[in-house]
């Protein structure tokens, strides 16, 4: 009697420690199906419409024309990888501030905004490889006054000082750390910046360094230029974090269009032609 009690306890004791490694393995297959369940890019493919937020207005990466239409860089690269994909291409405007909130509550598919890779930024979105290299510069109203008392950033960081950036730009995040003691002011449009300085509201607008170059050109003369330490920051595509099979795809892509020769006809023409500046209000 006691011989069979003790062979069923021992049976049932070998039962139960079977159940927690059931229940392990059954929730690793879970996870595992879970991790499948991407369908990031056959929902851009089966709903044949590709939605992209950018924020017009970064020249000359998004803009838009004088018929209200879109144009830039980034916008050449997303039209080329919706022909890719073989669907349509719906641009939507956001404020950059507020683009990655609309990406992540589903408004887009992507962000293609001349948008740089921070680790703030990676905590919240799926970058895709580099689509540009850049950097920030400064610029100052060309004068006397400012050619003898401003060399750099340092120079500017005095209190009484004001310099205006884009909120929520790389320029913001940076101005954000370093400066001590001059204020900052943000604004909601790149060319409210330029506008600022040249009124008198600000001593400097601090932006992306091909932006500035262009705002220099554009405006003969009126601008001193001044580096920052920021003289390389990589531009990225950002998806959502589970989003992998469509930035893998993306990537895809951009390695195609860098290859066959369909990126550096888009640079060219936007940074060294030039000639859409004529589309283009000033």
Do not use: S
């Given at each position: 009697m006691k011989t069979s009690y003790l062979k069923f306890i021992i049976r049932a004791f070998s039962l139960l420690s079977v159940i927690p490694s059931v229940n392990l393995f059954a929730v690793a297959l879970g996870q595992e199906v879970l991790k499948k369940e991407d369908l990031s890019l056959q929902k851009v493919q089966n709903e044949k419409i590709l939605k992209v937020c950018s924020d017009a207005g970064f020249l000359p990466f998004e803009m838009k024309n004088l018929k209200g239409d879109w144009m830039g860089f980034d916008i050449d690269m997303m039209k080329e990888y919706s022909k890719f994909l073989s669907v349509e291409l719906k641009m939507i405007q956001i404020s950059f501030d507020g683009i990655i909130p609309a990406l992540i509550s589903g408004k887009c598919d992507m962000i293609a905004a001349g948008m740089t890779v921070t680790p703030e930024r990676k905590a919240m979105v799926l970058f895709s490889d580099s689509t540009f290299i850049s950097g920030l510069s400064i610029a100052i109203k060309n004068n006397e006054k400012n050619k003898s008392e401003y060399k750099d950033l340092n120079s500017l960081d005095k209190k009484g000082n004001k310099i205006a950036v884009k909120t929520g730009y790389t320029s913001d995040i940076f101005l954000s750390k370093t400066l001590k003691n001059a204020q900052l002011l943000k604004f909601d449009q790149d060319s409210d910046l330029v506008l600022a300085v040249l009124q008198g509201r600000a001593n400097a607008f601090v932006s992306d360094s091909t932006y500035?170059?262009?705002?220099?050109?554009?405006?003969?003369?009126?601008?001193?230029?001044?580096?920052?330490?920021i003289v390389s920051d990589s531009f990225s595509v950002a998806g959502r974090k589970d989003d992998f099979e469509l930035m893998k795809n993306f990537n895809m892509f951009l390695k195609q269009w860098k290859g066959n020769g369909g990126y550096n006809k888009a640079k060219k023409y936007y940074f060294e032609d030039q000639i859409w500046r004529s589309q283009v209000a000033n």
């Open positions: 500035i170059d262009l705002m220099d050109k554009g405006n003969k003369n009126k601008f001193i230029i001044l580096p920052t330490k």
